[in-house]
């Protein structure tokens, strides 16, 4: 069995079938090459885990070596919005391939993304009937709060991560999705990392493993 979309694939060090699994989704205009940076430094700590980093499902329109979870050029949010709900349900039959594949349950799955890949993650883990252990979010932000306060369905911990100098995602975006999912019930860590832009910082990595360490 193959997966719906292309990925590099880091198998556990253990060498056994994997107890758990992490998800990364990169960024817009990025791939699962890039992001497989962070889940070649995690394995390390993580012998028994699957990394899975897929690229996203569509050419990037500004950059054609690179992918894109959904357009964002000369959009309405109401386009944003119908376009994420593309992205959104190829991300969940990624993970539901991922769970057939290697005999998972999605308690057994995390997710991670980072700017695009963190706002696609934070709407379908909420979306989802079936409720993923965690979810970790760099530089991202809620697409869309109307639609989602409407169609919660799982809480999974969240743990979001953000640059106090990003100008790619504002920061007042960790702000309003703290703000959003805190209303709403969730249990959610947050962290603003001081002169940083739109990047994940060592810290950040650091962070994110321990979070992972502690729910997987």
Same mark, same amino acid.
């Given at each position: ?24 989704? =990169? ?20 012998? &028994? ?28 949010? &109401? ?67 109307? =639609? ?13 991560? =953000?640059?106090? &100098? &990003? ?50």
């Amino acid at each position: 069995m193959s997966y719906s979309l292309n990925s590099i694939i880091i198998n556990p060090i253990s060498k056994s079938s994997p107890k758990n699994a992490v998800i990364l989704c =990169h960024g817009y205009g990025g791939d699962g090459k890039d992001i497989s940076i962070i889940a070649n430094y995690w394995k390390n700590f993580l012998s &028994d885990t699957l990394f899975l980093c897929p690229d996203a499902p569509e050419v990037c329109n500004i950059n054609p070596s690179g992918y894109q979870w959904f357009d964002l050029t000369a959009q309405t949010e &109401d386009e944003i919005l119908s376009k994420s709900l593309i992205a959104e349900k190829k991300l969940n039959q990624y993970i539901d391939d991922i769970k057939k594949k290697h005999n998972l349950k999605t308690e057994q799955i995390a997710l991670v993304g980072f700017s695009q890949g963190c706002m696609i993650s934070i709407q379908t883990a909420l979306k989802r009937k079936d409720e993923l252990k965690c979810l970790i979010g760099y530089s991202g932000k809620i697409i869309n709060s109307n =639609h989602l306060s409407k169609n919660i369905l799982s809480k999974p911990k969240i743990y979001l991560m =953000h640059g106090e &100098d &990003d100008q790619v995602v504002p920061i007042n975006h960790i702000l309003e999705s703290k703000d959003f999912l805190l209303t709403n019930g969730f249990n959610i860590t947050t962290k603003i990392f001081k002169n940083c832009e739109h990047r994940i910082p060592t810290e950040g990595l650091s962070i994110g493993l321990e979070f992972l360490k502690k729910n997987l």
